[in-house]
């Protein structure tokens, strides 16, 4: 063994983290030890304190440490549109955009039948309540352009036919930014299939 | 804002961790979070611990949490070569390469005038002392192949010219398996100025 106890103890602790394997890992150990000891007991009490006390917004469902997130609090927004997405990351992608100014609903992940992630899991019958009971007129369905997140998509919308809610899906097409060249050919069918006229 | 506050603290708090960005120390946060509870209580205990524990060798300079690291404490260590290197890391390399057996002595760090950092920063009185008490025949300077390294390289030799001690550096030159179009110049200079005769 080359290192002290625990210092193998810290970098196998520290492989919890996504993206980081054994040498990254040594690499972090390494410079908290040498150089980054305060930043190191802040990210140990921070890290205490957020496992502690992070949990679940009553109504969105998003990472809160009050019963309701900032956002559900913030009584600016408007009320009868929501944003249904997988993720507090998508939140954070849409908020940081600063156009659209709804509610949200995080699903906190897709229908995974194989994964056992069913429509309970996902809070679908939480979903259904506030839209029923908020009488939100448009619901986009922002989970991700993919098979898991199409499936979850197309389930919510059926669960939701017979409510008169406008469901929407965000428009798919090519980025912004984005060369022809090197966009998918099935990004590039759908920027086809849903070309517009050109207004001028 | 996006994030309950103690979710944005926590984010912070991963970007201390070098090569974390924002964008990685938010998927961290979230991982964390969502899947990785158990994971984060284990890092953010862990983290405490070590920071609390682990100083450094009184022999060595190493990282220890006793008085004498592992590798001192290990009597079956040849005690009359020494090899000088820069880092932890470093230990853990050679350690590795499983082929030396003698003791070692941690710089941690370089000769570096314009950040404060000179002899008595890195040890160098104290590796004196060392060389001299313990009798050691051959002292193995293996610091890195940098302009820093070369100066801290020299230095130690001349601080120890009329101890008698043989001083060496580790051999420059091709890496195994490095295939000879894509290393840069100055290593092929050192490939070719101390080439050996084939046996055979
Ligand atoms: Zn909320
Ligand atoms: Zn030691």
């Known amino acids: 063994m080359a290192f002290t106890p625990l210092l193998e103890d810290l970098i196998d602790a520290l492989r919890c983290l996504p993206g980081v394997g054994q040498k990254s890992a040594q690499r972090m150990a390494f ?16 890290l205490a304190a957020a ?8 109504t969105c469902q998003n990472f809160s440490e009050t ?23 998508d939140v954070m992608a849409i908020e940081q955009a ?4 709804g509610q949200y609903f995080v699903l906190m992940g897709h229908l995974s039948p194989i994964d056992g992630i069913g429509p309970e899991e996902i809070g679908v019958d939480k979903l259904l309540q506030r839209v029923t009971r908020e009488g939100t007129r448009e619901l986009i369905i922002a989970t991700n352009p993919t098979v898991e997140g199409e499936t979850t998509a197309h ?3 059926d669960r939701l036919a017979d409510n008169g809610v406008l469901i929407t899906r965000l428009a798919q097409g090519i980025p912004v930014g984005g060369e022809l060249g090197y966009i998918d050919g099935s990004t590039l069918v759908h920027a086809f299939t ?3 006229p050109l207004a001028g």
């Open 31 to 46: 410079q908290l030890l040498e150089r980054g000891r305060e930043g190191g007991w802040a990210l140990s009490r921070t």
């Open 67 to 89: 019963p309701q997130c900032p956002l559900c609090q913030d009584a600016s927004r408007e009320t009868d549109i929501m944003c249904v997405v997988e993720s507090p990351a």
């Open 51 to 58: 496992l502690e006390k992070i949990g679940r917004c009553e």
């Open 98 to 101: 600063r156009d659209y100014r």
């Open 155 to 157: 389930y919510i919308a």
């Open 194 to 196: 849903g070309r517009k």
